[in-house]
């Protein structure tokens, strides 16, 4: 099948676009601090009055019966084999690849065997956890900002709540990628920038809109694939704790930006759309695992245009990593604002189909583990009593 040249041309500006983000790299992997200017003003609220925000305070309330211990709440007993894991997530070869229309016969990768699928699987295994566990403590960071830029006493008094449960999300992730898996990767530069320019931003709704809605929505779509597909009970216990406190950010996000959202103008509004979509695109377009295949000693750019043959727009997983960030952006108003920029934008994406799910301002409830950790807490007691 001959494509046309309109074909042609956008293949060729993709391509170009892959070059231009393998282009940046994280240089300074060795460095152990990385320092970011953050421009906003810390606020003092001399107003006091607890539940102004009955939404918010109930949140609170959920927050602090919500509290697990990782170092104790979970079975860090349970062996993990990360070969068998990566086996079990399926180590498709280049025959796979090929009925999929992925041509491998230029690259290394037509050589491979089972085993440099199974490392490649593994090292994907990594890199992946590697970027939660940054996204993690981009999550803590901007949290700590928040309580200090926000003007409300009750989003203040959550988001402090949520500084501590990023704080173990950070040391959950460490402890696992120490202690079940086999090596860490730096910070990938893309996910490096956005963190930067959430917490760059001068607006305290910004840092909301970016970490909360955005990379907090995709985080929560993105452990829940992670959640259906794994059959490892530790991680599985992990994710669903984790996924329990993100559910409950994303919705504070959708809380306090609703209430401020609605009295912005519509070029305020505008702002807001464009740094959505921004932060869209970079989180779908930019992540490209590209130290991995350094790491497998190919040429990522090799890698990568040999896989760019599947569709963004049409990759059922890919459409997946937005169902919650749609629905909430509805539900602010966003998709709709200045004629609906944001949605025209998200119908580009193919993932406006998403926008009547139930948001995670509704839906948080539906995450709750304290039960779960209640029952647990009461097994191992009756166990040590008996
Ligand atoms: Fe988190
Ligand atoms: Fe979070």
Redesign the pocket.
């Known amino acids: 099948m001959s494509l046309t040249e309109k074909e042609t041309a956008t293949q060729d500006q993709a391509l170009q676009e892959v070059d231009d983000i393998l282009a940046l790299t994280n240089e300074d992997t060795d460095e152990a601090v990385h320092v970011v200017e953050d421009n906003a003003d810390s606020i003092f609220t001399w107003d006091y009055e607890k539940g102004k925000r009955p939404r918010l305070n109930r949140l609170y309330e959920k927050a602090k019966h919500s509290q697990w211990n990782g170092e104790t709440d979970l079975d860090w007993s349970i062996e993990v084999d990360q070969e068998q894991i990566a086996r079990e997530q399926g180590t498709v070869g280049a025959d796979v690849f090929g009925m999929l229309g992925i041509d491998l016969s230029d690259t290394p990768m037509a050589k491979w065997g089972e085993s440099e699928w199974v490392t490649m699987q593994i090292e994907s295994q990594n890199w992946s956890l590697s970027q939660f566990m940054h996204?993690?403590q981009g999550?803590?960071v901007c949290t700590a900002k928040i309580v200090e830029t926000v003007p409300w006493i009750d989003a203040k008094y959550y988001a402090a709540t949520q500084v501590m449960?990023?704080a173990r999300?950070?040391e959950v992730f460490a402890k696992y990628l120490d202690e079940k898996m086999n090596g860490h990767y730096p910070i990938n530069y893309h996910l490096r920038a956005l963190l930067d320019d959430i917490i760059n931003d001068s607006r305290w709704d910004m840092t909301y809109l970016g970490m909360q809605i955005m990379v907090?929505g995709l985080?929560l779509a993105a452990f829940g694939m992670a959640y259906q597909t794994t059959s490892e009970p530790l991680f599985k216990q992990l994710l669903k704790y984790?996924m329990s406190?993100?559910a409950r950010?994303v919705a504070f996000g959708v809380l306090s930006l609703k209430e401020y959202y609605a009295e912005l103008s519509d070029s305020e509004m505008a702002e807001r759309q464009e740094f959505a979509f921004d932060a869209a695109v970079r989180m779908r377009d930019r992540f490209l695992q590209q130290e991995v295949w350094e790491r497998m000693g190919v040429d990522p750019k090799q890698a990568i245009k040999a896989f760019s043959v599947i569709d963004k727009n049409e990759d059922p997983f890919q459409q997946l990593l937005f169902s919650k960030i749609v629905p909430n952006c509805s539900k602010l108003g966003l998709l709709d604002a200045n004629g609906g920029w944001l949605r025209k934008r998200f119908d580009t994406l193919g993932v406006t189909q998403f926008e009547h799910n139930a948001d995670t301002g509704e839906e948080y409830l539906d995450f709750d583990v304290s039960k779960d950790i209640a029952e647990r807490r009461a097994e191992a007691a009756a166990a040590e009593a008996g």
């Open positions: 996204g993690e999550a803590l449960d990023e999300h950070v907090e985080a984790v406190d993100e950010h």
